[in-house]
T-cell receptor
Framework: SQQGEEDPQALSIQEGENATMNCSYK?????LQWYRQNSGRGLVHLIL?????REKHSGRLRVTLDTSKKSSSLLITASRAADTASYFC??????????FGPGTRLSVLP | NAGVTQTPKFRVLKTGQSMTLLCAQD?????MYWYRQDPGMGLRLIHY???????AKGEVPDGYNVSRLKKQNFLLGLESAAPSQTSVYFC???????????FGPGTRLTVT
């Protein structure tokens, strides 16, 4: 069973627009992480947000966490064609491992 | 640093054949993981290790075995390959439970 579920499954935007994707989870977590995967490549870590944090920024990325709603969002501002990728959330539910959602496929059109 | 490397990058097996996938990391990480990725399903954990000499089952361990004889290496074995094991396999490592994971480039396996 999957702990995290990203929404939407696919998103298509124009270059320069903002992209928002969401992740919902079911049980209490220690932290939540976002990863990016370019086609045919391995996953690359973007941001880790701990359960006692509400918001984190990294460059054009902004992640929020609402533990009361068991949800997180990833905002990419001023998107570029190079942001085209799949984005995954991964939750650590105090176990020895992370659980990944099925991902959001983002297409940024020039 | 090479980070996390995986060998081989591609492989085609016939049903019933066996093979071993090698994962190596040069970051002195304690934790290592094997995942499989199938279309539309994200990553599913096969086995993981929390240190040299230890292994544990993940979400989908059936049909796979693993070994962690050296801290830097994590091997994934398929004793008798089945078409259902056609997938892309990723290895990852992390220094501790609550840290980011570093992924290898993946191994694309096809079982015919």
């Amino acid at each position: 069973s999957q702990q995290g579920e990203e929404d939407p499954q696919a998103l298509s935007i124009q270059e320069g627009e903002n992209a928002t994707m969401n992740c919902s989870y079911k049980t209490s977590i220690n932290n939540l992480q976002w990863y990016r995967q370019n086609s045919g490549r391995g996953l690359v870590h973007l941001i880790l947000i701990r359960s006692n944090e509400r918001e984190k920024h990294s460059g054009r990325l902004r992640v929020t966490l609402d533990t009361s709603k068991k949800s997180s969002s990833l905002l990419i501002t001023a998107s570029r064609a190079a942001d085209t990728a799949s984005y995954f959330c991964a939750t650590d539910n105090y176990g020895q491992n992370f659980v990944f959602g099925p991902g959001t496929r983002l297409s940024v059109l020039p | 640093n090479a980070g996390v490397t995986q060998t081989p990058k591609f492989r085609v097996l016939k049903t019933g054949q066996s093979m071993t996938l090698l994962c190596a990391q040069d970051m002195n990480h304690e934790y290592m993981y094997w995942y499989r990725q199938d279309p539309g399903m994200g990553l599913r954990l096969i086995h993981y290790s929390v240190g040299e000499g230890t292994t544990a089952k993940g979400e989908v361990p059936d049909g796979y075995n693993v070994s962690r004889l050296k801290k830097q290496n994590f091997l994934l074995g398929l004793e008798s390959a089945a078409p259902s094991q056609t997938s892309v396999y990723f290895c990852a490592s992390t220094p501790g439970r609550f840290h980011e994971q570093y992924f290898g480039p993946g191994t694309r396996l096809t079982v015919t």
